[in-house]
């Protein structure tokens, strides 16, 4: 590459892992709050909970790489125009087109980095992090076999143990269900057996009874059972792996999902397909969005009042995509034969930035567009 080139690349990619790292951390940061509050809540350690954020970092920095480039190329583009470095190479005779290949090369790394992760890395991290989710969920009944404690495994459940013995049995168990506004039910049981389930644990209750006290009528209802099984799955935050997420499976299943593929998340063939051939378009956003963000500064040409309007016309192209992708989506996923659909942003930002550069590169005609407000 030539010397303009490399340097123009350098300054590209240095400040996109600048604002890479900056947009990640407030991404994960916020991210991580949430996990935080939900791992105290369940009585993990700290090494569970830098586990689970891991999982979350490779979708989020999908979700900024594209911001990240967008803002590279305007922040540099703009830099290099204020200093008339830019001024000086289209002096030289470089023209837009000439000056836009370290951006299309900066974009292609970026986009690299993009199918890196749409088609690997975040499909993989988002199993681990539902597979680790589930084991930390069905961890909730072995934390639940503490003898002589009341524990509160969730918000409005008290829990009791008298004694665990050798063999598994529990006895002497009280739990207290104060979840619903109208009822409060207290059972006691002599023995308690935890069962594992496909379904997830059962608190099997022997030789007891359940003593339902109404709030507003102030009435007791005691009602006595040989057993009683009590569904300690549902004092679980989630719902487990009944359904598996579309975006866990491979870009090839994705395009052609099998009988279990579907039975497995509860989705149809439009939503595979749908989420398959946006891993196809995905990786050219980071591309698409520094090339709007570069061949929008470069309409217009230099002014001592600098390029304001044309970052505005970036940031307005920018959100139009976004606009125009969300309405995309929503067809696609509903109707199987739509799937072209998702390449529309793509084209739209492709035809956009063949236009501002054919635009910049006839000054003449911008000149004709602004010598009427000059003369008014």
């Known amino acids: 590459m030539a010397r303009f080139d490399r340097y123009f690349l350098q300054q590209l990619m240095w400040?996109?892992?600048?604002?890479?790292?900056?947009?990640?951390?407030?991404?994960?940061?916020?991210?991580?709050?949430?996990?935080?509050?939900?791992?105290?809540?369940?009585?993990?350690?700290?090494?569970?909970?830098?586990?689970?954020?891991l999982y979350t970092l490779p979708n989020v920095i999908r979700m900024v790489l594209p911001i990240a480039a967008f803002v590279a190329a305007v922040y540099v583009t703009n830099r290099l125009t204020t200093e008339s470095e830019l001024v000086v190479a289209q002096a030289t005779g470089m023209s837009a087109w000439r000056m836009a290949r370290p951006v299309v090369a900066f974009g292609l790394i970026a986009s690299l980095l993009m199918a890196l992760l749409v088609h690997f890395l975040v499909p993989m991290s988002r199993t681990q992090l539902a597979d680790r989710t589930e084991e930390i969920e069905a961890n909730v009944a072995a934390r639940m076999l503490s003898e002589g404690q009341f524990l509160n495994p969730a918000r409005g459940i008290t829990f009791y143990i008298r004694e665990i013995t050798r063999e598994g049995e529990l006895v002497d168990v009280f739990l207290s269900d104060s979840r619903s506004d109208t009822t409060r039910t207290d059972y006691l049981a002599a023995r308690a057996y935890l069962v594992q389930q496909e379904s997830g644990?059962?608190?099997?209750?022997?030789?007891?009874?359940?003593?339902?006290?109404?709030?507003?009528?102030?009435?007791?209802?005691?009602?006595?059972?040989?057993?009683?099984?009590?569904?300690?799955?549902?004092?679980?935050?989630?719902?487990?792996?009944?359904?598996?997420?579309?975006?866990?499976?491979?870009?090839?299943?994705?395009?052609?999902?099998?009988?279990?593929?579907?039975?497995?998340?509860?989705?149809?063939?439009?939503?595979?397909?749908?989420?398959?051939?946006?891993?196809?378009?995905?990786?050219?956003?980071?591309?698409?969005?520094?090339?709007?963000?570069?061949?929008?500064?470069?309409?217009?040409?230099?002014?001592?009042?600098?390029?304001?309007?044309?970052?505005?016309?970036?940031?307005?192209?920018?959100?139009?995509?976004?606009?125009?992708?969300?309405?995309?989506?929503?067809?696609?996923?509903?109707?199987?034969?739509?799937?072209?659909?998702?390449?529309?942003?793509?084209?739209?930002?492709?035809?956009?930035?063949?236009?501002?550069?054919?635009?910049?590169?006839?000054?003449?005609?911008?000149?004709?567009?602004?010598?009427?407000?000059?003369?008014?």
Request: hydrophobic share 55%; net charge neutral; proline share 4%.
């Open 15 to 53: 400040l996109f892992g600048f604002f890479a790292l900056v947009l990640v951390s407030v991404y994960w940061i916020n991210r991580a709050v949430v996990l935080f509050d939900q791992i105290l809540a369940d009585g993990q350690s700290a090494g569970v909970f830098v586990t689970l954020t």
């Open 201 to 376: 644990p059962k608190l099997v209750m022997v030789d007891g009874s359940a003593q339902t006290y109404d709030l507003a009528d102030r009435r007791l209802l005691v009602t006595a059972f040989e057993n009683f099984t009590y569904d300690v799955g549902a004092l679980m935050r989630s719902g487990g792996r009944d359904k598996r997420d579309v975006r866990e499976y491979d870009t090839l299943t994705l395009f052609a999902p099998d009988a279990a593929a579907l039975a497995a998340t509860g989705a149809d063939r439009a939503d595979f397909l749908y989420e398959g051939h946006l891993r196809i378009a995905q990786p050219f956003n980071p591309l698409v969005a520094a090339l709007i963000g570069f061949s929008a500064l470069m309409v217009g040409g230099f002014s001592r009042f600098g390029v304001w309007r044309q970052i505005g016309l970036a940031v307005f192209l920018i959100i139009i995509l976004q606009a125009v992708e969300n309405q995309t989506a929503d067809m696609a996923r509903h109707d199987a034969s739509a799937w072209p659909l998702v390449y529309l942003p793509t084209v739209l930002g492709a035809a956009a930035i063949l236009f501002m550069l054919w635009v910049s590169g006839r000054p003449a005609l911008l000149r004709r567009v602004n010598r009427p407000e000059a003369d008014a």
